[in-house]
């Protein structure tokens, strides 16, 4: 079974600060995804990777910065905080050997204060 | 959740019925996956499509993509099918997926 591991769980962060979400997949999968979750939105995609030391735009990348430099690891960014970024972090692999179907974690939830 | 629209937006079913989810594309879409997010908000890969239909236990889901859009029949409901059941297309093989805003289905005893 895929196995995607995201740290923190939880998170409090202060308007202004630094924050970092980071996951790691043991998958070997070449694709990895940072999406956000909140209500009334469902999932949104905020960055996403091909592989090592690529990353791409998402759909609602502002505010975001993401980091892949391995293929296992794959990180999310917040400069500066701020509350609007309050959510639930969801990150993913996929690409398999035959389909890109995706794995989660479990997800890092986000208060900004 | 524009470009993926799903229906009903919330269900609930007595133990033992069937039920039937919709999502409707309005990209061309190539691909096609189904997620549960159970109540401890795990999310869960149930299928990955393309144009076709696949079965796995209680499940089956469809991808028609002339048509542009998917269904996930529900047979024979259990307490632990409960949970929001989302479904997400690719539009293009890019590896990029774009979610609904999900089915949250309750099933009653």
């Known amino acids: 079974e895929a196995a995607v591991t995201q740290s923190p769980r939880n998170k409090v962060a202060v308007t202004g600060g630094k924050v970092t979400l980071s996951c790691n997949q043991t998958?070997?999968?070449?694709?990895m995804y940072w999406y956000r979750q909140d209500t009334g939105h469902g999932l949104r995609l905020i960055h996403y990777?091909?592989?090592?030391?690529?990353?791409e735009k998402g759909d609602i990348p502002d505010g975001y910065k993401a980091s892949r430099p391995s293929q296992e690891n794959f990180s999310l960014i917040l400069e500066l905080a701020t509350p609007s970024q309050t959510s639930v972090y969801f990150c993913?692999?996929?690409?398999?050997?035959?389909?890109?179907?995706?794995?989660f974690g479990a997800g890092t939830r986000l208060s900004v204060l | 959740g524009d470009k993926v629209k799903q229906s009903p937006s919330a269900l609930s079913l007595q133990e033992g019925t069937n039920s039937a989810l919709r999502c409707n594309f309005s990209?061309?879409?190539?691909?096609v996956q189904w997620f549960l997010q159970n109540p401890r908000g795990s999310l869960i890969n149930l299928f990955y499509?393309?144009?076709g239909t696949k079965e796995n236990g209680r499940l089956k889901s469809a991808f028609d993509s002339k048509e542009s859009y998917s269904t996930l029949h529900i047979r024979d409901a259990q307490l632990e099918d409960s949970g929001t059941y989302f479904c997400?297309?690719?539009?293009?093989?890019?590896?990029?997926?774009?979610f609904g805003l999900g089915t949250t289905l309750q099933v009653q005893p």
């Open positions: 997400a297309a690719d539009g293009g093989n890019t590896g990029k997926l774009i």
């Open positions: 499509l393309v144009p």
């Open positions: 998958n070997n999968h070449n694709n």
């Open positions: 990209i061309a879409a190539t691909t």
């Open positions: 993913a692999s996929g690409g398999g050997t035959t389909q890109n179907t995706l794995y």
């Open positions: 990777s091909y592989g090592a030391g690529s990353t």
